[in-house]
């Protein structure tokens, strides 16, 4: 279905559900992928994409049709992991000013749904020494090859500073390889 | 002047001057008749182009960012070729369940809400604010901070105020945060000892920094 057709048909009452459903056929893996590589943990993962279609139902009759659909959805995705990931690190009193992922570390290695070979394990690992906005860049443009122009939208940055954070994100994880075993 | 007969080779002997002077190369049929249609095609196209090529342009430090660009392309192709999975895995039909799920927490009866609301709010603002003033030389560093001096102590406020605010500004989820992050079982009101009774003064200060 077309994002303007379930925008149209969440507006009516009697078609809202069927919309619903439809864009959750339609949105609920990636956004799922784009929160699980943030905060790292399945379960956690499940909680967070589970609140952002909640706000999405509450506030879709709202939503301005001057930008994406998809975007629109990235952006809420994208705030609530941040939000998780700042509660999290105030759980574990880290600094939130500690830009440093690696306290997500010991809970990629203890998941139960990673099973990814030496290759793929040390890469998140490298990813995880990144600071959140170039971690976010870099998944956003590595995995999900979301386009410069969208990410632009989505994250409220130029696409002249998210080209240089994810540059400045890819050497650091090509040291990374080179340093470590 | 008409051209005087200066034939001095040895070659032609057989023949005039008049034949040895006649142009040995032909042009096509009508040739002469469309050249200065076709210069001025030329003239015109050649014009065209160049207005062309000057109508390009490129975004300012574009050739420096082409570069860097490049350099990134050619490591992340390189990085690609050896992993381009994530190895994330999630449970069996989790996918089918999720949007079951979401629906289920959408539809579901809000639980106490206006009991939470009222009664938890209440109660854990009167906590923080008893905390807040035994500590008396914290400062207020959240966002109200810009609505305060540095130097004005929390306790000058009328205690009023400060209720009113923190009421207006902690929301539902904050507060069942704030008591989850403090460890206090609030299912049976009646005998707690009361929500944030057992905190710490710096996990109070850091809720308000943080969170609110």
């Known amino acids: 279905m077309q994002d303007s057709l379930i925008i149209s048909k969440f507006a009516a009452p009697d078609t809202r559900e069927e919309a619903f459903n439809a864009l959750l056929a339609k949105y609920q893996q990636k956004i799922y992928w784009h929160v699980r590589r943030m905060v790292i943990n399945h379960d956690d993962a499940d909680d967070v994409v589970q609140d952002i279609f909640v706000k999405v139902w509450r506030n879709l009759e709202k939503f301005r049709e001057d930008s994406q659909l998809y975007t629109w959805l990235y952006r809420i995705a994208t705030n609530e992991?941040?939000?998780?990931?700042?509660?999290?690190?105030?759980?574990?009193?880290?600094?939130?000013?500690?830009?440093d992922s690696s306290f997500l570390a010991e809970t990629l290695t203890s998941s139960s749904y990673f099973d990814g070979d030496k290759a793929e394990l040390k890469l998140q690992k490298a990813i995880l020494t990144l600071p959140e906005k170039q971690r976010l860049v870099f998944n956003m443009r590595y995995f999900e090859e979301i386009k410069y122009d969208d990410m632009s939208a989505i994250l409220g940055t130029s696409v002249g500073a998210l080209k240089a954070s994810y540059h400045l994100a890819v050497k650091k994880i090509e040291k990374f390889f080179e340093t470590t075993d | 002047m008409k051209e005087q007969n200066t034939n001095k080779f040895p070659f032609g002997k057989n023949k005039s001057n008049d034949e040895l002077r006649r142009n040995p190369f032909i042009v096509p049929n009508g040739y002469f008749d469309n050249l200065p249609n076709q210069i001025r095609s030329e003239i015109s196209l050649r014009e065209k182009h160049s207005v062309e090529q000057n109508?390009?342009?490129?975004?300012?430090?574009?050739?420096?960012?082409?570069?860097?660009?490049?350099?990134?392309?050619?490591?992340?192709?390189?990085?690609?070729e050896?992993?381009?999975?994530?190895?994330?895995?999630?449970?069996?039909?989790?996918?089918?369940?999720?949007?079951?799920?979401?629906?289920?927490?959408?539809?579901?009866?809000?639980?106490?809400?206006?009991?939470?609301?009222?009664?938890?709010?209440?109660?854990?603002?009167?906590?923080?604010?008893?905390a807040m003033s035994v500590g008396g030389g914290y400062f207020w560093k959240s966002q109200s901070e810009q609505e305060f001096s540095n130097?004005?102590?929390?306790?000058?406020?009328?205690?009023?105020?400060?209720?009113?605010?923190?009421?207006?500004?902690?929301?539902?989820?904050?507060?069942?945060?704030?008591?989850?992050?403090?460890?206090?079982?609030h299912s049976d009101h009646d005998h707690s000892p009361g929500i944030g009774c057992h905190a710490r003064e710096e996990d109070l200060e850091d809720y308000i920094n943080y969170s609110l």
């Open chain 2, 82 to 130: 050896k992993i381009s999975e994530d190895g994330f895995t999630v449970p069996k039909n989790y996918f089918d369940t999720l949007r079951n799920h979401t629906l289920d927490k959408i539809h579901a009866k809000p639980k106490k809400t206006i009991y939470l609301k009222k009664w938890v709010s209440y109660a854990s603002v009167a906590c923080l604010l008893i």
């Open chain 1, 81 to 99: 992991c941040i939000t998780f990931l700042n509660k999290k690190k105030n759980r574990l009193s880290i600094s939130i000013d500690d830009e």
């Open chain 2, 55 to 80: 109508s390009f342009s490129v975004p300012d430090g574009y050739f420096d960012q082409l570069t860097q660009d490049i350099k990134t392309q050619i490591t992340v192709k390189d990085l690609k």
């Open chain 2, 151 to 185: 130097t004005e102590s929390l306790s000058k406020i009328p205690d009023d105020e400060i209720i009113n605010y923190l009421a207006q500004s902690v929301e539902e989820e904050d507060v069942l945060y704030l008591s989850q992050y403090f460890g206090v079982d």
